[in-house]
């Protein structure tokens, strides 16, 4: 990929005056030694799974392998229909899809990895229920799958996706922002725009850890991605609005990294720190693991 | 820096839960899938490290038996493969051992070959030891795996039977017990070759075990 920082991504955009997706399209055949269509072919089966894991995980109440999750997706189905969301529709399907793919991932259903499996539900929610509510086509949710695979990518350039390495901002966070770059592709967002909104995005959730119970992608995780969905339309609200970061995105990615170095290894995915240590999530363990130990 | 394709950042399909303990553990099943390349009736699985203790709640028993069973990583019937599973004896252990990576497995098909792998993160996986020789496979490359008494010439004598194929050699490992003893040869093929290639290898003198393995998908 000849494009490894925003700057280089913004430079390229405003030369050739394309978007982002244009140049994550080119760049992905020029790789893969494709045509562009066998690209979108590909990133569609992604959509299509993503879809696929909502409907399925909308339909089931199964409960995780541990046996303590898997059923708050149905609980907001239940008391969105009762009372709706307050904030509407949109912030309802957000959510629901949200759950649906992370309780899907739990027992064991099929997801797309976004960047991670722990963070699977962001993406997917973000672009299918935006979609969804607004009319958007399959060719624009391709755009927007696109854009995202391109912001995932660079940021990954610079700091390795996972959150033993930086935390929950490596995986979650960096899922919000993609999905942020994403849903502002789809509603017609500037590249200025798009970059701004995924600058955003990270820029807020810069310092989440990594401390899921015993070392389960359960909790916190399933209900962090309901969060960081809703999160990713707040920092594309914004930047369709034309508020900038002040700091631009290729240096909020430095500090993404800097900040995973100085964090605590307890507090990166050993389960040592954090909400793993909690009273309640040592009682857990001992249940959990009395057959194993 | 290598190109990285935006698929590594929206993608694998996959049955969850987890890309180094889930989609890992069945490639890594289906790798040693790919190196036995026999039917077999028993297999036991040697946990190591962090695959020890929370390969449960990740469902890494269910996925490493999937791989050897031939499941691909997104497979939802995985989940419940303890009741699809017939005709083949399997078991568990559980170990820490520092020495090895958080995500260690060895895999011992019918009490004669232990493949050792870890599963190196976003699904990505590397076969390292085979019957006590070292290797290096991550499952991107056809790969001949050869055995046999260490002596002099060897190389060229299974280069000249793969050149004749018009196949290139990606990459090449050798390892051996000791000057004269028991060898191994890892070649990586650009492309596959035919199973009776391999067993032109195999007529080598002195040759004694050849497996033609192939990469997996993805």
Redesign the interface.
């Known amino acids: 990929m000849t494009v490894l920082s925003f700057s280089d991504l913004n430079e390229r955009c405003c030369r050739e005056n394309k978007s982002v997706y244009q140049i994550a399209l080119e760049e992905e055949a020029l790789l893969q030694e494709t045509a562009g269509e066998v690209i979108r072919l590909k990133v569609l089966e992604n959509l299509l799974a993503m879809k696929d894991s909502i409907k399925h995980g909308l339909k089931s109440t199964e409960k995780s392998i541990s046996g303590w999750c898997g059923d708050d997706c149905e609980k907001l189905r239940n008391g969105y229909k009762k009372r709706g969301a307050l904030f509407g529709s949109v912030f309802e399907k957000i959510t629901t899809y949200a759950l649906a793919v992370t309780e899907e991932n739990l027992r064991m259903g099929r997801i797309v990895a976004c960047p991670t499996a722990g963070s699977c539900g962001i993406v997917p929610a973000v672009i299918i229920a935006a979609a969804e509510e607004n009319k958007i086509p399959e060719t624009i949710q391709i755009n927007g799958l696109l854009t995202a695979g391109l912001i995932g990518l660079i940021i990954s350039n610079k700091v390795q996706l996972a959150g033993a390495v930086a935390g929950c901002q490596a995986e979650c966070g960096v899922a919000s922002a993609m999905a942020a770059s994403a849903l502002a592709e789809m509603l017609g967002g500037s590249v200025k725009q798009i970059l701004n909104a995924s600058a955003l995005a990270l820029k807020n959730i810069l310092g989440l850890t990594c401390d899921p119970v015993c070392g389960l992608v359960e909790v916190p995780c399933i209900k962090r991605n309901a969060f960081l969905a809703i999160h990713a339309v707040t920092a594309v609200e914004l930047a369709l609005c034309g508020v900038e970061s002040k700091i631009p995105i290729d240096e909020v990615v430095d500090t993404l990294k800097i900040t995973g170095q100085l964090m605590s290894p307890l507090l990166k995915e050993t389960s040592q720190g954090g909400l793993a240590k909690t009273k309640t999530a040592l009682g857990l363990e001992k249940l959990l693991f009395k057959n194993v130990n | 820096?290598e190109?990285?394709?935006?698929?590594?950042?929206?993608?694998?399909?996959?049955?969850?839960?987890?890309?180094s303990h889930?989609?890992g553990a069945v490639r890594l099943g289906l790798m040693a899938r790919n190196i036995y390349r026999d039917n077999f009736s028993k297999v036991k699985f040697i946990l190591y490290n962090?695959f020890a203790?929370?390969g449960?709640?990740?469902?890494t028993d269910?996925g490493l038996l999937a791989g050897v069973l031939g499941y691909s990583v997104?497979d939802?019937s995985?989940?419940n493969i303890f009741d699809i599973v017939r005709d083949v004896k399997y078991s568990y252990e559980?170990r820490q051992d520092i020495s090895r990576h958080p995500n260690s497995v060895d895999i011992i098909l019918d009490d004669k070959m232990t493949i050792s792998g870890d599963s190196v993160?976003?699904?990505e996986i590397r076969i390292n030891n085979i019957n006590g020789f070292s290797a290096n496979i991550d499952g991107s490359y056809h790969t001949l795996l050869l055995m046999y008494k260490d002596k002099p010439g060897m190389i060229s004598k299974v280069s000249d039977i793969i050149q004749k194929q018009k196949v290139n050699i990606a990459s090449l490992h050798c390892d051996r017990s000791s000057k004269g003893g028991t060898a191994s040869m890892y070649v990586a093929l650009d492309i596959p070759i035919g199973d009776d290639i391999a067993e032109e290898v195999k007529k080598i003198k002195d040759v004694f075990f050849v497996t033609n393995i192939r990469k997996l998908k993805q």
């Open positions: 820096m190109q990285k394709s935006i698929f590594s950042v929206i993608s694998p399909i996959m049955a969850g839960p987890s890309s889930t989609a962090s203790t929370t449960f709640g990740h469902g269910k997104d939802v995985i989940k559980y993160g976003a699904g």
